[in-house]
């Protein structure tokens, strides 16, 4: 039985598609690495997405996922990614807008209804506001937490830190203090050559070299010496009255040398039982 999944279909013909679809709505298309992208207006994200949902030779009915990408060089820093898949042609396409820390979203939950819980995650990681959202709020970090975690410009220490005071018998947020200052690390080896003494090491007494050898000279034994003395070595001789040689199953008392392996041994019908099987079932009886 073939898979009743769908072939997976090529991305031949879907940007024409699509620009025809779209018109001006489309910015700019990309087919990269076997992904198409489109990168649409953001004022008219809700037409756009009907459009890519309803038109045929489209037809993407379902909304995967919505993912941000923060590039803070940039005046609209944001793009909001939206990852479709038509189930009708087993095909993916991804579609961006882009945006910044004012300028809110079309939202995408009438088309949707599972764009809400994911455009709570693109606006609790990185502040983007979506219009049209009726629950808006925080879903990934705790009450209260200041900033956006995935924006570029956000420290790694974050703000503050989250601790339970036994003072006041509750969690309290304070400003977070460092144990000690930030370093940096080179990561090299003391074994490779590091440039500095490991604390401690300054106390192993030096290794002295050996007698009548600078340090970092060459083995004073020669190729010619290491050969003779290998030559010299007495060889074992073998002391067994018998060399163990096993030349068939016979001598291992595993039975038969070539047990059912003979071509007039093999049964013609797979179904029917092999000579040695039946051999078995008449000393059974």
Do not use: C
């Amino acid at each position: 039985m073939r898979a009743p999944a769908p072939r997976y279909a090529t991305n031949d013909g879907i940007i024409d598609a699509a620009t025809a679809a779209l018109g001006d709505m489309l910015l700019d298309a990309q087919d990269m690495v076997g992904e198409v992208s489109l990168t649409v207006d953001r004022d008219r994200l809700v037409i756009a997405m009907e459009t890519l949902r309803d038109t045929p030779g489209l037809k993407y009915e379902m909304l995967a996922e919505i993912a941000g990408v923060d590039y803070p060089e940039r005046p609209e820093r944001f793009d909001v990614v939206y990852h479709l898949l038509s189930m009708t042609r087993n095909h993916r396409i991804r579609v961006r807008v882009t945006t910044d820390e004012e300028r809110p979203v079309p939202s995408v939950t009438g088309i949707w209804y599972n764009a809400g819980w994911l455009e709570r995650e693109v606006y609790d990681m990185y502040g983007v506001l979506f219009t049209g959202n009726a629950d808006l709020r925080r879903i990934l970090t705790d009450y209260g937490f200041r900033g956006h975690p995935l924006r570029k410009d956000f420290p790694l220490t974050g703000y503050v830190e989250m601790r339970y005071s036994e003072e006041a018998k509750r969690v309290v947020y304070e400003p977070v203090k460092l144990a000690q200052d930030f370093r940096t690390f080179d990561f090299m080896s003391p074994w490779e050559g590091a440039e500095y003494v490991l604390p401690g090491d300054e106390k192993a007494a030096q290794p002295k070299p050996a007698a009548g050898q600078a340090p970092g000279a060459q083995s004073p034994v020669t190729a010619d010496q290491v050969t003779r003395a290998h030559d010299s070595e007495k060889k074992a001789e073998p002391n067994a009255p018998e060399v163990k040689t096993t030349e068939h199953t016979g001598q291992t008392g595993a039975g038969k040398p070539h047990p059912g392996n003979l071509s007039h041994e093999k049964p013609v019908d797979p179904d029917v039982p092999s000579p040695d099987a039946k051999a078995s079932s008449a000393e059974n009886k």
